[in-house]
């Protein structure tokens, strides 16, 4: 299991916002932008795997998973992003 140091992590939400959890949304990975450091299929496999292409992609049948928000947070290059 690979860890993602805390440094690379940053804190999108600020103390005392709520994280998303609107149902309507989904997330989206920027395949430009990703570095495949599998940090998001991690912490959330029922939501992201690595694609055909060597990138995270997100799983639509994973939409709605509670770690989510996690795998966003922890991404190191920031290309995961909630969209509706």
Known sequence: MR???SILAKDRH???SAQKEDPMETASVDQNECI???S???ICPQAFRIG???KA???PEGK???CIQEAIDTCPVE???WVK
Do not use: L, M
Request: proline content about 12%; charged content about 20%; hydrophobic content about 40%.
């Open 3 to 5: 860890i993602v140091p």
């Open 40 to 42: 998001c299929v991690e």
């Open 36 to 38: 495949a450091c599998e």
């Open 57 to 59: 992609e997100f799983i």
């Open 52 to 54: 055909d292409e060597g």
């Open 79 to 81: 290309c995961i992003s």
């Open 14 to 16: 600020p103390a005392g």
């Open 64 to 66: 709605g998973a509670p």
